[in-house]
């Protein structure tokens, strides 16, 4: 049964896509078999995996809408090595449409349900607000991974998104905690940095990866390719952050 | 009577609210009556302007939704030399309720009519997103400035961006230009910034503002004490170039 996990932060421009992009290549990259769903109206987890979004004849908005099954709406066989579901500028309209359907918040879980056995990890990449599509997210998920620039505006808005992962842990999934906080474009040398990231492990413990992802211009060059950094440039130190994270993501998934 | 300007861009991190702060901040300066317009629920302008948003009585939500009048909802006097209409978590709510209400697109809009006399600059930050929030600041504005980090991803949802305007200056405002394209966080050593800003000039021509912002630690420092850049550090390079902002704003504005 797939272990199924929401990238998310409503802070923008902290990694979210960037994270699931790459932690997606590098646990296929580890034989793991990986769906990758962009929720992202932008579409840039579709765009960044080489799929170009202008060009999808069904995307998840038809999942929440009822006009295709997962199965049909799946794109396999990709040079990236897992299989997306990608978004487009559709997904805008899926928004105001769910608020008027009946358990519009299980829409993406009911969807899943039927092709969760075929994967060891779905992630869902998440846009940068906690509106309904991300509702949906995080009702279907096991696991949160929030992805963390070390910077004030983006520490400040942590407890939001705690308090909503608690809400939705209380009302629509139980099963839901936080998998994991991620600090991306970690560049040590700034003091403001070292601060915040001493925050975060000082209020979260355990729950901050022992991972750190460099600020690390492959990463930023490798989606106007459509590659993962570990296909654009495989010893770079972002793909090698990545490829540590997925490690460190699988031996804490074993040990639960 | 005010110029109204929108800073809007859905790509995330691109810096909104560092521009909207600093901006508002450069042109006190310079003598002009500002106001700044929180209009983001993660309330980043309102804590950037010394404002705790923990504290506000009232905010935009309860403009917009009709509790408050324009006068009462926004602070003066402020140690950073411009007034502010803060925003808080209740803002997420103002989606919903704004699509029940008539005119819902100029809530906004109808609310400054009232105090635009008493300013020459209002600026309006927003989320990353293109929902309504940011259709009232568009319906209400003469002119959009879009933060642009000179990356893939920032630059492949500029399109988007663009239709948007177009459409709201055809059915809802035909006074609304975009007044000029800010390339932020700028770092010349890296090929990928200088390709995606050759693009933007080759595409955009004159709506390129020549002024660029540097990336600058001193502009990711200023928020956490409440303050811009020009009162944080007046001599860094991310301040001197939000001031050279402003002078390039008033000049093409005063050629109108
Ligand atoms: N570690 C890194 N080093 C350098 N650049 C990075 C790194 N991580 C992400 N980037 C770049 O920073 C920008 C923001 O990252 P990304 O788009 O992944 O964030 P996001 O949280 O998904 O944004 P949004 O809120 O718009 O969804 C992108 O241009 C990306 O290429
Ligand atoms: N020129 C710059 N140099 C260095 N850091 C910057 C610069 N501009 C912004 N930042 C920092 O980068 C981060 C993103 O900027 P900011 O929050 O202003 O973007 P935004 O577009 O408003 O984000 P959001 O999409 O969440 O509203 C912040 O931590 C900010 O302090
Ligand atoms: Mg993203
Ligand atoms: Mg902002």
């Known amino acids: 049964m797939a272990k199924i996990l929401t990238v998310t932060n ?69 040079e ?49 607000s906690l509106s309904l599509l991300t509702v949906n997210a995080l009702a279907s998920s096991d696991g949160v991974i929030i992805p963390m620039q070390c910077e004030y505006y983006a520490l400040e808005g942590i407890s939001a998104l705690v308090g909503t992962i608690d809400k939705i842990h209380e009302r629509l999934n139980p099963r839901l905690k936080i998998e994991g906080i991620l600090r991306t474009m970690f560049d040590p040398r700034m003091s403001l940095t070292k601060d915040v990231s001493d925050h975060l492990l000082e209020y979260f413990g355990d729950q901050v990866y022992r991972t750190v992802i460099p600020r690390n211009v492959r990463l930023a060059e490798a989606p106007s390719h459509g590659l993962p950094a570990i296909m654009y440039d495989k010893n770079s130190r972002g793909a090698i952050a990545y490829l540590a994270l997925a490690g460190e993501l699988v031996r804490r998934t074993d040990k639960e």
């Open 10 to 78: 409503q802070k923008g421009g902290v990694g979210k896509t960037t994270t699931s992009v790459n932690l997606a290549a590098s646990l296929a990259a580890m034989h793991k078999r990986v769906l990758l769903i962009d929720l992202d109206p932008q579409g840039n987890a579709t765009m960044g995996s080489g799929v170009d979004k202008h060009d999808l004849t069904l995307s998840v908005y038809e999942l929440l809408t009822d006009q295709a099954s997962a199965k049909e709406s799946i794109i396999t066989n990709l």
């Open 80 to 128: 990236v090595g897992y299989d997306v579901l990608g978004a487009n500028g559709d997904l805008t309209a899926a928004e105001v449409e769910l608020l008027q359907m009946t358990r519009r918040e299980f829409r993406l879980k009911m969807a899943l349900d039927a092709v969760a056995d075929q994967y060891d990890f779905i992630l869902i990449d998440n846009p940068p």
